[in-house]
């Protein structure tokens, strides 16, 4: 983490519109949205691609839908 007074770097999410995406932009992963670069780099790499999906964050999840889901 960038003590005060150090800059820190932002990864390609800086560009996106998605208030999620944006508060990850000065995380120190390389993280690449979902979209054609992404799939370039990993069939290029020969990697897999990962999504990750916030349920947890949508306003609309019901209670006992997060319920189930969290094990609980």
């Known amino acids: 983490m960038a003590g005060d007074g150090e800059l820190r770097k932002a990864n390609r999410l800086i560009h996106e519109k998605s ?12 993280w690449y949205p979902w ?3 992404a799939f370039r780099k990993a069939a290029r790499e ?3 691609v990962f999504f990750v ?3 947890f964050d949508l306003p609309l999840v019901p209670r006992d839908g997060a319920r189930i889901v969290r094990g609980r």
Do not use: I, M, T
């Open 19 to 30: 208030p999620y995406l944006l508060q990850h932009a000065y995380n120190p992963v390389d």
């Open 35 to 37: 979209g054609e670069e």
């Open 46 to 48: 020969d990697k897999p």
């Open 53 to 55: 999906h916030r349920l």
